[in-house]
């Protein structure tokens, strides 16, 4: 009996975006449950951002305010060690989380971007990997994940060797990577993407868009797979505090 053609599924993802992580770690769970291939691929949010006129949600008061607690509620349901401790500690929270997405998105996310894609570039065994260390930097331990030195120790952190990581820190700069992540950000934004996560499920030859963490079921339906919850028994992302 032949088996069933496994569907393809595209994450595109920037780690500068908290919803993201979830999303990244929910597929690669089910990738394991579910009959698909999931390719990750990295993009680049402020290209998204101001190539289809969106502006980062954190900036408006009242959605700030209520991202922090929908943060917190898909942290735990997931089992997605998102810290947002640093901000509790302000007697200003939303002022306090705003002023934060106005210096990631000042500082931006482009070289940890071109970190991840010189990494698939070569050896996408590990770009699960690297892409996780780099959101552990951002939104579970609140450092840096710009400089050289920052990408360096997530690689370490996943098991890069030192030769392959600073080749790849080196790569930050080469063309082929810059084009690379423009590529697919670009890719992205021709498919109608407008923020991050943006899933892409190709069903019947045809490119379905899902936008963040609260499509799940839809995506399964789709799929013609089961929605089994968030499968925390597979998690890769155990916070080490």
């Known amino acids: 009996m032949t088996a069933p053609v496994r569907k393809s599924v595209e994450l595109f993802y920037d780690v500068i975006s908290p919803y993201s992580w979830i999303a990244f770690e929910v597929l690669c769970r089910y990738n394991k449950r579910w009959n698909m291939d999931l390719k990750l691929k990295p993009f680049f949010l402020g290209g998204i951002m101001q190539g289809s006129g969106n502006k980062p949600p954190a900036l408006v008061a009242n959605k700030a305010q209520y991202m922090i607690h929908d943060l917190n509620r898909l ?8 810290n947002l401790q640093s901000f509790a500690t302000h007697n200003d929270v939303v002022n306090s989380f705003q002023d934060f997405f106005h210096v990631m998105f000042t500082k931006g996310s482009l070289s940890a971007g071109r ?30 994940a710009t ?42 934004l021709d498919l109608g993407a407008f923020g991050s996560p943006t899933i892409i499920a190709n069903i019947n030859n045809k490119k379905e868009l899902i936008f963040g963490t609260d499509r ?26």
Request: hydrophobic share 35%.
């Open 75 to 82: 942290a735990n349901y997931y089992a997605v060690p998102i």
């Open 115 to 144: 970190y991840i894609t010189a990494v698939d570039m070569k050896k996408p065994e590990y770009t699960e990997q690297v892409s996780r260390e780099l959101w552990f930097r951002i939104w579970n331990r609140d450092e840096d």
């Open 147 to 188: 400089d050289s030195n920052s990408l360096r120790q997530a690689g370490k952190k996943a098991g890069l060797s030192d030769d392959f990581n600073d080749e790849c820190v080196e790569k930050v700069k080469d063309q082929a990577v810059k084009d690379r992540l423009k590529h697919h950000t670009q890719e992205a």
């Open 216 to 241: 799940f079921l839809i995506l399964a339906s789709m799929l013609g797979e089961e929605w089994q919850g968030p499968l925390v028994e597979l998690s890769k992302c155990k916070d080490p505090n």
